[in-house]
Structures are given as C-alpha cells and as structure tokens.
Nanobody
Framework: QVQLVESGGGLVQAGGSLRLSCAASGRTFSSYVMGWFRQAPGKEREFVAGIGRIDSRTYYADSAKGRFTISIDNAKNTLYLQMNSLEPEDTAMYYC???????????????WGQGTQVTVSS
C-alpha cells in the first residue's frame, strides 16, 4: 500500500499562487507515476498533471499548461504542484494520486490522498 497526504491548500486571490505538497509513504516503489486530480463542486474529478517517478516526464491538462508545474523529490518521497496565475475556475479539492501508467483517466491510479481544498476568490 501507498499512503498519500496532501497539504498546502488554502484561500488565495485570483492571480495568486499556491504550492501543493503530497507526502508519500509505504510501498512507494510500486507507484511509477504520480499526479494530481481535482474536483470542483458539481463537476467530475479531472486530471491536472502527472509525472514519472523515474524519468520525470510530465504531462499536463490543457487547463494547467503554462500555469502549473508538477515536480517530485524522490529523496523525500514528496510530490509538488506549483500553481501560478490562479483563477476562480481553479477552485476545487485537489487530490494526489499514484499509479503505474501515465494517464488522464481516474481508473489508472490505484492510490489516492484525502485531498486538499484550494479556493480562489475573484
């Protein structure tokens, strides 16, 4: 099992920045890919960004390109999501995920954190 714990969410004004963190523990070697999903009220949970733990290849949803940066510190088993130029539409619960295959599909990820709330005010 892999345990994922997110932190760093909060309330920020439009145009501001936040950095989310996700601390991984347990059988982390079984998770080759890590990433972030988000879910806004009344909407489907959607892929935001992913990164390969070995090759550090990244993959972003169109909504995140140019504004968000995903990174990983394997020595600390910690995943990050730097979010800049935040918009009210970014308001959502953000979930850290771990899986074997890079994919925008929820079904590809076996491990999920509890989420951290991001609220962007206009």
């Amino acid at each position: 099992q892999v345990q994922l714990v997110e932190s760093g969410g909060g309330l920020v004004q439009a145009g501001g920045s936040l950095r989310l963190s996700c601390a991984a523990s347990g059988r982390t070697f079984s998770s080759y890919v890590m990433g972030w999903f988000r879910q806004a009220p009344g909407k489907e949970r959607e892929f935001v960004a992913g990164i390969g733990r070995i090759d550090s290849r990244t993959y972003y949803a169109d909504s995140a390109k140019g504004r968000f940066t995903i990174s990983i510190d394997n020595a600390k088993n910690t995943l990050y999501l730097q979010m800049n130029s935040l918009e009210p539409e970014d308001t959502a619960m953000y979930y850290c995920v771990g899986g074997v295959i890079m994919s925008p599909s929820r079904a590809a990820y076996n491990y999920w954190g509890q989420g951290t709330q991001v609220t962007v005010s206009s």
